[in-house]
């Protein structure tokens, strides 16, 4: 007579050892995590979702100001502010990513110390849950270029654009990836945690969105300073998103695939860290 067992004892000790599996039939479980952390970001706010337009264009006025019109780091044949906002939302699809993933473990330990499920449904789903922010803010963006394009202010949108869900789960990817890294990191290193705001900040100045890589001599093409600067992974996405819609720099096809490798092996081993630190983390936390 066939038995049916009720409980699998495996060993802890397996390099990669992650519920996928159960991942796949926890669909309705990921949309409802979704939904919570959309909810919770702009509960008890009074203007609610309006703040995932406000905070990227009061960023977008001030790049536009200080940096484009006063520093002169702006981009030349289009407006300043529209390129200011295409870099500005990009970046903050990848940078909301990466910060809300790197506080899985601390700020969900009260659930995940109660109940079993694929602990991945928590990044996955607060990743996923930042497109519905980058969405509204894209539609924004949209208004602008119509606008500029009606105006014939330069802008030249291109087929390019069909890139675009591409570039997005690309940045998506990396920044899950990078914040599986530092939320396992977190649960023995509480410090870490804390740096997360001021490194992200810094990531910025070193990625195009503050300014035009291609009008700066120190950053023309085949230099060194250029190599080191592509290999920045969110780099080659932010210029080809600008490319797409505005029409304007370039796009290194070479670096873009370092990207892509390079996404795909951080978020290899922020799974495999997770999957590690999932096990022990409620004894750290």
């Excluded at 909810?39 to 008890?44: D, F, I, R």
Aim: charged residues 10%.
């Amino acid at each position: 007579m066939e038995q049916k067992w009720t409980t699998i004892v495996k060993s802890e000790n397996k390099f990669f050892d992650m519920d996928i599996k159960g991942l796949t039939k926890c669909k309705d479980l990921i949309l409802l995590f979704v939904r919570r952390t959309f909810v919770a970001k702009y509960k008890q706010t009074v203007l609610g979702p309006a703040w995932a337009i406000i905070q990227p264009f009061f960023t977008t006025v001030v790049y536009s100001v200080f940096f484009g019109n006063i520093a002169g780091l702006g981009a030349s044949g289009v407006p300043n502010f529209i390129f200011y906002l295409s870099g500005t939302i990009v970046w903050t699809l990848f940078s909301s990513c990466l910060s809300s993933v790197s506080n899985t473990f601390a700020g969900n330990a009260g659930i995940l110390g109660k109940v079993y499920f694929p602990r991945l449904v928590m990044p996955l789903s607060t990743a996923i849950s930042q497109f519905i922010g980058f969405f509204i803010q894209f539609a924004f963006m949209l208004c602008f270029l119509v606008y500029y394009m009606i105006t014939d202010a330069g802008v030249a949108p291109n087929l390019f654009v069909l890139m675009t869900p591409v570039l997005l789960i690309q940045l998506a990817v990396l920044g899950m990836g990078f914040g599986m890294v530092i939320t396992s990191l977190t649960t023995k290193y509480r410090d870490l945690g804390m740096v997360v705001g001021f490194g992200v900040s810094l990531w910025s100045y070193c990625s195009p969105v503050a300014y035009d890589m291609f009008s700066r001599s120190q950053l023309a093409p085949g230099t060194l300073l250029y190599k080191i600067y592509m290999l920045n992974p969110v780099t080659p996405s932010i210029n080809i998103f600008r490319y797409a819609f505005l029409g304007i720099g370039e796009i290194d096809w070479l670096f873009y695939v370092i990207s892509c490798v390079t996404t795909v092996a951080v978020a290899c081993i922020g799974a495999v860290m997770f999957s590690k630190a999932e096990k022990t983390f409620m004894d750290t936390v």
